[in-house]
């Protein structure tokens, strides 16, 4: 399948962890939704994705949180950028540390606001993504219970290639919200609905990718 831009995705949120303490416009776009395919690496390129995204690293302390971002999404980003980065913006500090890896440190409300932000960006891109290229029998897109359940309605009777692997950019939107929320998610459960019967054309659930 094309690769699902996780890499953009995740270099996007640690600008919003720059500008937590301000107000800032979404950063993720309409180029951040999974794209339609037919290429047989479809599940391999999704589970490395999902991986990749699982190494975002929170802990949650008394008063603050700290998240660490893998050193392969802050690539040659110096000490000094970091820093005038942290000094714009209203968090505490962002160390470089010596494996490359980037720690975000902020108060237990911006933490908040991030993950708000994160979840409106996400439901934003939902939207976008009803009746668009590559989507069109799509009609509706909800998600639930923290980003772990997705029920789309579409107006196909059974399910084509672009609709089944549709689901890795679901699993990837709640991987990310996730490793940012701190949480671990156990599976993450995608419902097709048919538009017109209202019947489940078909479910599919993260864990099965496990095996």
């Known amino acids: 399948m094309k690769r699902f831009v996780a890499v953009a995705i995740v270099v996007n949120m640690a600008f919003y962890l720059a500008a937590c303490g301000k107000t800032s416009e979404a950063n993720i776009t309409t180029q951040n939704i999974p794209q339609p395919t037919t290429s047989a690496t479809t599940n391999t390129t999704g589970a490395a994705d999902l991986s990749a995204i699982g190494n975002i690293e929170v802990d949650s302390g008394v008063f603050d949180v700290s998240i660490t971002i893998p050193a392969d999404f802050v690539g040659e980003t110096t000490q000094e950028e970091l820093t005038a980065k942290a000094k714009d913006s209203d968090i505490h500090s962002i160390t470089l540390n010596a494996d490359g890896s980037a720690t975000y440190t902020m108060s237990k409300k911006q933490h908040k606001q991030l993950l708000d932000q994160i979840s409106d960006s996400i439901n934003e891109n939902l939207k976008t993504m009803v009746g668009s290229e590559g989507y069109e029998t799509v009609t509706d897109i909800k998600a639930e219970q923290g980003?772990?359940?997705?029920?789309?309605?579409?107006?196909?009777?059974?399910?084509?290639?672009?609709?089944?692997?549709?689901?890795?950019?679901?699993?990837?939107?709640?991987?990310?919200?996730?490793?940012?929320?701190?949480?671990?998610?156990?599976?993450?459960?995608?419902?097709?609905?048919?538009?017109?019967?209202?019947?489940?054309?078909?479910?599919?659930?993260?864990?099965?990718?496990?095996?």
């Open 147 to 211: 980003f772990t359940k997705f029920v789309v309605t579409t107006t196909s009777k059974e399910l084509g290639i672009v609709e089944s692997t549709s689901v890795l950019g679901f699993y990837m939107l709640s991987g990310m919200y996730a490793a940012f929320s701190g949480e671990t998610v156990e599976n993450v459960s995608v419902d097709f609905i048919n538009a017109d019967s209202g019947a489940v054309i078909e479910t599919f659930n993260s864990s099965d990718m496990a095996g």
